[in-house]
């Protein structure tokens, strides 16, 4: 979610970006072979119903999740996840998983950090939990030193965005400085508590378990409020559930676009053809080669670099994910263009998805 990421402005053929591979061979780096199998990630393809899915029979899949998406919606967030709640009481097991994003506004000021935040209101077998995003301006990974200057002031813009959530969820979480970096602690040591640390500022993202799934309705809509009245993106998320139980989620609120996201075991060869499963609107995502920038920067502090076929509208980009420059940042597309052999632009990925 985090990472350095460039890609290529302008579409290629599927024979292309198999040439990007022979080039990436010829370096020295050792790209997929198109005739091995690969994981290809699947996501935003809209459907008009579930059968819908029935176009990947041809191969394997799994973490298959069903999004309703409502945009421009003004509704009760209480409600909404009330709904799904019932019906998720209803066809409850082990491996399924229901959950409701909504954004909220960090009413402080904030100049590093986006105002505009997302949580999750979710369900899971025996348990609910409330999952809080943060957002910043600048991508600043792990070991990079060129946020340094601004230090301190991530530190007090990221305690005061995560104080302002925990006190409207009434979370027994406390929020403390340790070398020169945000740690979250629960005071709750009997439930799961998780702390994701994506940047060299302290944690992004926390994730707060509880026993009782109703706990975080009513503080959920308290969080959904600092939105006002303004129309949100929601969604909700629908894991390992019969069609049966599609079909009674769909009447909690009718009039949801419905979108499928999931991994599909395939070929490298045959990833034209889940394209055109997934058509017109689907996207999809597969590593090509993966390899530390020290092969080929010897000289240069290491990074860990992914490049990555993407496929959409029936044609394909590459994208190169890194986390971190190993290169002054106005020197790095550049060597990624010298290397791919192809014009490439900094694109970072959108944070809510």
Request: glycine share 6%.
């Amino acid at each position: 979610m985090r990472e350095r990421r460039w890609e290529t402005p302008t579409t290629l053929t599927f024979d292309q970006a198999l040439a990007v591979g022979d080039r990436l061979a010829a370096r020295g780096l050792s790209p997929t072979d198109p005739s091995k199998d690969v994981i290809c990630y699947v996501e935003e393809w809209t459907v008009a119903s579930p059968d819908d899915f029935d176009q990947l029979d041809p191969w394997a899949t799994e973490d298959v999740t069903l999004v309703h998406s409502r945009d421009g919606w003004q509704g009760d967030v209480f409600l909404l996840a009330g709904g799904y709640h019932t019906v998720y009481e209803r066809f409850q097991a082990i491996g399924t998983y229901c959950s409701v994003s909504h954004p909220w506004r960090i009413t402080a000021p904030m100049s590093l950090h986006d105002p505009q935040s997302m949580f999750w209101l979710g369900f899971r077998h025996s348990h609910g939990f409330v999952r809080v995003r943060l957002q910043t301006h600048e991508v600043i990974t792990p070991g990079e030193t060129r946020g340094d200057g601004q230090r301190a002031a991530w530190l007090a813009e990221r305690r005061r965005a995560f104080s302002s959530s925990i006190g409207l969820l009434s979370l027994p979480v406390e929020i403390d400085e340790d070398k020169d970096q945000v740690v979250l602690r629960s005071l709750e040591r009997s439930v799961p508590f998780f702390c994701s640390w994506p940047d060299a500022f302290g944690p992004c993202q926390f994730e707060f378990n509880t026993s009782d799934p109703y706990e975080f309705l009513v503080p959920a809509s308290r969080l959904a409020s600092t939105w006002g009245s303004n129309p949100a993106r929601v969604r909700a998320y629908l894991t390992g559930f019969s069609e049966e139980a599609l079909e009674a989620f769909a009447a909690v609120e009718p009039g949801a676009r419905l979108g499928y996201r999931c991994s599909v075991h395939c070929a490298l060869d045959e990833i034209p053809e889940v394209l055109t499963a997934i058509a017109p609107a689907g996207r999809l995502y597969t590593t090509l080669c993966e390899f530390p920038t020290s092969t080929l920067l010897p000289d240069r502090e290491d990074a860990s670099a992914i490049v990555g076929l993407v496929g959409a509208d029936g044609a394909f980009q590459l994208e190169a994910r890194l986390n971190r420059a190993p290169l002054d940042e106005e020197q790095m597309a550049g060597w990624l263009e010298e290397l791919l052999g192809v014009p490439v632009v900094y694109a970072p990925l959108p944070p809510f998805p």
